[in-house]
C-alpha cells in the first residue's frame, strides 16, 4: 500500500516562494492498495493534480469525504476523471452538522463553475448516509469512522486495507473548548496501533489560546495522541497557510530530533509534503518527482 499527497494546507491555497517545499493546495492524499484499488481523500485544489494518473486506468474513483469545507471540495471541478464519460466515480461525503453534505456537487451549480453537475458525462455515486455507520465496506477494503471535533461536525476515516491501518484524522480539535462530538478517549481507540497517522496539526502551542475553538489541533496534541495510541509513523497535515516552508522545517527539525532523544519511543513524524509518497510496506517517503525534493 502506498500514500501519496497532492494537497496538505489548510483553509486556502497558498501558491507562491514560502510554500515550495511543503506545498500549497488543499487537502488531498491518494491511498493505492496492493490490488491497485484507490481512495482518495478530500477534494482539496490537490485533486487535480491526480487527474493524470486516472487517464491511464479504468479503476472505479473512490472518494471519501471529511466535511464539506472550501478546503475539502474545491478541486473536484478540476478533476479531469469527471469529464470522461468512462469514469466511475463513487463519494462518500462526511457526516456534518448542517445539510451541506451534498455540496461537492452543488458547488457546481453554475454560479461557482460554468459546468454544472447534471451535465457531467461520468456515472457519479453520491453517498451521503455511509458515513454516519461505524465501520462499511466498499469495493474491497473496509473502512471504520470517527465524528469530527470540528464546526459543522465531518467524518474521520481509517481504512483497513492489506493488513495494515491507515488513519485519516482532518480536520480535528483534539481538546475543543466546545462539546466534543468524540472524547479523547475515543480518539486513542480510533487510532490505536495504526500503520499511519495523518492528522491535522494546523497551530502549534504558541497559537493559542486565540485560536482555541477554530477546529484544529496543535502538533503537540496530536504527538500525545500518536504516542498514547502507539501510532509508527504519523504525518501532520492542514498545514497552516500563514506558515511558511523554513518554519516548518524549523519546527520539524525540532520535534523529530526531540524524539529521537527520547527513551523508548519508536514514533516517526513528519510534516505531509506535497508531492511526496509514502510506501507503507517498507516505511519510506521520498519524493514523487525529482524537482520535488
Ligand atoms: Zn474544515
Request: hydrophobic share 35%; glycine share 6%.
Amino acid at each position: 500500500m502506498k500514500i501519496e499527497f497532492y494537497g496538505v494546507r489548510g483553509s486556502m491555497p497558498t501558491p507562491g516562494k514560502d510554500t515550495v517545499i511543503y506545498g500549497g493546495n488543499t487537502s488531498c492524499v491518494y491511498v493505492e492498495l496492493n490490488n491497485k484499488q484507490n481512495v482518495i481523500l478530500d477534494s482539496g485544489t490537490g485533486i487535480a493534480g491526480l487527474s493524470k494518473k486516472f487517464n491511464e486506468t479504468k479503476q472505479p474513483v473512490h472518494i471519501l469525504l471529511t466535511h464539506s469545507h472550501w478546503d475539502h471540495i474545491q478541486g473536484f471541478p478540476y478533476f479531469q476523471p469527471i469529464y470522461q464519460n468512462n469514469s466511475n466515480i463513487t463519494i462518500v461525503t462526511g457526516a456534518t452538522e448542517n445539510n451541506d453534505n451534498d455540496m461537492i456537487l452543488r458547488q457546481m451549480s453554475g454560479a461557482n463553475h460554468p459546468v454544472k453537475y447534471q451535465h457531467l458525462p461520468c456515472s457519479i455515486t453520491l453517498n451521503t448516509q455511509l458515513a454516519q455507520q461505524h465501520e462499511f465496506a466498499l469495493n474491497g477494503f473496509n473502512v471504520t469512522t470517527q465524528a469530527l471535533n470540528h464546526p459543522d461536525g465531518g467524518t474521520a476515516y481509517c481504512l483497513h486495507a492489506d493488513n495494515q491501518k491507515i488513519a485519516y484524522v482532518t480536520d480535528n480539535e483534539l481538546k475543543p473548548p466546545y462539546l466534543e462530538s468524540s472524547t479523547w478517549e475515543e480518539w486513542v481507540k480510533f487510532v490505536l496501533n495504526a500503520d499511519v497517522l495523518i492528522h491535522d496539526a494546523q497551530y502549534n502551542n504558541n497559537d493559542m489560546p486565540l485560536k482555541h475553538g477554530w477546529g484544529h489541533s496543535t502538533f503537540e496534541q496530536v504527538v500525545e495522541l500518536a504516542l498514547q495510541a502507539n501510532v509508527k509513523q504519523l504525518f501532520f497535515i492542514s498545514h497552516d497557510p500563514s506558515k511558511t516552508d523554513e518554519e516548518l522545517a524549523k519546527q520539524e527539525a525540532l520535534l523529530q530530533k526531540t524524539l529521537k532523544d527520547t527513551p523508548h519511543c519508536n514514533l516517526s513524524v513528519a510534516w505531509a509534503k506535497e508531492q511526496h509518497e509514502y510506501n507503507v510496506n517498507t516505511q519510506s517517503f521520498t519524493a514523487m518527482f525529482k524537482n520535488a525534493e
